[in-house]
């Protein structure tokens, strides 16, 4: 099956992308990726879902992904994205920072379709050993991401970090909680407001401060 999804996004907006298996959810898994305080600039990483992989590769801003099924060798999925994020920055360099989100897909959607064909043929799922030793990738579960608001633990390569350094997607229920607690905690010193005022004669709270 080879190469199932490519995307292009600057920043959380998606600039162009391309799905040859719409009944799959790449689309969605990706947006979750992209969404969450994954890898830094510069860096490459790894995600699974089920028998599914999601590789990725961000350089100023942009991020290049692509969805492979498992029997796709990380070497091919990672060659696709070098020439895409190539083939992406010769072609829209001076627009990609203040592009719309799609600005490109009508145009680029077609190259991305045409090189995830091109790569998927060149695919060897057993590459050399000595290939693998330039990246430090490990691979970690997604589902439970897709199922609840559970943090995800994720594992980047980047060169000159130390291998296993870790960096977890932000829970979307620990930021409602503290939007609820600083809510609660503004609402508690207006109502205190309230009750000075009301006992100190004014809102500039005059007989108290004499």
């Known amino acids: 099956m080879g190469i199932l999804y490519a995307m292009v ?70 060659a696709f994205l070098d020439d895409i994020q190539q083939r992406f920055f010769n072609k829209y360099d001076s627009e990609i920072h203040l592009a719309p989100a799609y600005a490109m897909n009508e145009e680029f959607s077609r190259v991305l379709n045409l090189q995830m064909e091109h790569h998927s043929k060149q695919n060897n799922p057993n590459p050399e050993p000595e290939i693998h030793q330039e990246r430090f990738i490990i691979m970690e579960n997604i589902e439970k991401v897709m199922d609840k608001d559970e943090s995800l633990p994720l594992l980047v390569h980047e060169r000159g970090w130390l291998p296993g350094e870790i960096i977890r997607l932000r829970r979307p229920s620990e930021w409602r909680n503290f939007k609820l607690a600083a809510a609660l905690l503004f609402g508690f010193l207006i109502a205190i407001y309230i009750v000075l005022a009301f006992f100190c004669h004014g809102p500039l709270l005059e007989s108290c401060l004499k």
């Not at 969404?35 to 599914?52: H, V």
Request: include cysteine; charge should be positive.
């Open 9 to 78: 996004a600057r920043a959380t907006w998606v600039l162009a992308e391309f799905n040859a298996a719409p009944t799959r959810n790449g689309a969605a898994v990706a947006r979750k990726i992209l969404y969450g305080d994954g890898p830094k600039n510069n860096t490459m990483a790894s995600y699974t879902q089920g028998r599914f992989f999601f590789h990725l590769k961000r350089t100023d801003d942009v991020t290049v992904l692509c969805m492979v099924d498992e029997n796709s060798g990380r070497e091919m999925s990672f």
